[in-house]
């Protein structure tokens, strides 16, 4: 499938009144605006609010619609450090169809016992790369119809309704800035973004521990990394792959990347700001925004993506 302006509307229809259209908050009080770069507005996509509490809600929705009746009887897998995992199984509940998840033991239990409450079997593995494995293995044997975290169509096309959404309420927007984990998320925004306004900017921020987008775009192909180390757990992904690398690569104008202790300042500018609780991949839109973007985005009309809010309070405690 072509993601155009087209689909991309034609995909927003679909999803009325099944999704969140979630508010686009701009940061102009005094507590926060003292940290944003020179002369820049700045408004946040409030993502965190969705169903499930992460923007795959949406592609979730499409992927499940798209489902045979034959595919929905067999049941759906996937793979995911956690939002993904949720947002299948909040859909497959809703639909009534049987999902197993492959997560990481590291995954946040909130996130595990999130997806169990939903009814969802959930397997845990050593880490990411064998979750991925297992993910393919379990297909094969049982006939599920894997539900891929972003390298799906599905999952780009929900995306970019996300992006149309901000266009529509920023009229005048000069750059986004969105976080970047398998490139999902960041390939179907800039698609939107750039359909309806070619000269703006996308700039998408990942972790260094989690960099497989940045090194993709490096070497101009996909990248597979050795291993992971980020506390941006739903930013995690162990490879970048063809579809939402190449849709990627032809929209989005750069990737830069940021620290784990850039991720928790930027987490506690939430807090102590914004008076938001999030998870670490929620607050890496800001963190690039304060850190590597800031003399770059002075005087911009800006965009962030706060991507989503599923972290137990412990794990939120201990981080900060």
């Known amino acids: 499938m072509t993601i155009n302006l087209e689909n991309i509307k034609a995909a927003g229809q679909r999803l009325t009144d099944r999704i969140v259209r979630t508010p686009l908050l701009e940061l102009s009080n005094s507590k926060i605006l003292t940290f944003l ?71 946040d239990p909130f996130k595990i016992e999130g997806c169990k409450s939903l009814g969802s079997e ?34 780009i096309l929900g995306s970019s309704t996300c992006g149309l959404e901000i266009m529509d309420d920023f009229k005048d ?53 050795d291993k992971i180390n980020t506390v941006a757990d739903s930013l995690g992904a162990p490879m970048a792959m063809d579809y939402s690398f190449n849709i990627a690569q032809k929209y989005v104008d750069a990737i830069v990347r940021i620290t784990d202790d850039e991720i928790i300042s930027s987490m506690e500018l939430m807090r102590d700001r ?29 965009a962030l993506i706060a991507c989503g809010s599923n972290i137990s309070v412990d794990r939120y405690s201990k981080l900060l």
């Open 37 to 107: 770069p020179n002369n820049c507005r700045v408004k946040m996509k409030l993502e965190l609010f969705q169903h499930a509490g992460s923007f795959k809600a949406r592609g979730v929705t499409l992927a499940l619609d798209a489902l045979t009746e034959k595919e929905k009887k067999q049941g759906v897998v996937t793979f995911s450090g956690g939002n993904h995992a949720l947002a299948v199984s909040w859909g497959a509940k809703k639909e009534m169809i049987n999902a197993k998840v492959c997560m990481p033991e590291t995954a």
């Open 122 to 155: 959930v397997l845990l593995f050593k880490d990411s790369f064998q979750a991925f494995d297992q993910m393919t293995e379990i297909s094969e044997k049982e006939n599920r119809k894997i539900l891929p975290p972003f390298n799906s169509e599905y999952m």
């Open 173 to 225: 927007l000069d750059v986004a800035i969105v976080p970047v984990g398998g490139g999902g998320l960041i390939s179907g925004i800039a698609a939107a973004i750039k359909s309806v306004n070619p000269r703006a900017i996308v700039y998408g921020v990942e972790p260094t521990g989690a960099d497989s987008m940045y090194r993709s775009f490096q070497e101009a192909k996909p990248v597979k990394l």
């Open 274 to 302: 914004l008076n938001f609780i999030v998870e670490p991949a929620c607050a890496v839109s800001l963190a690039g925004l304060t850190g590597p973007l800031s003399e770059m985005v002075a005087g911009k009309s800006v």
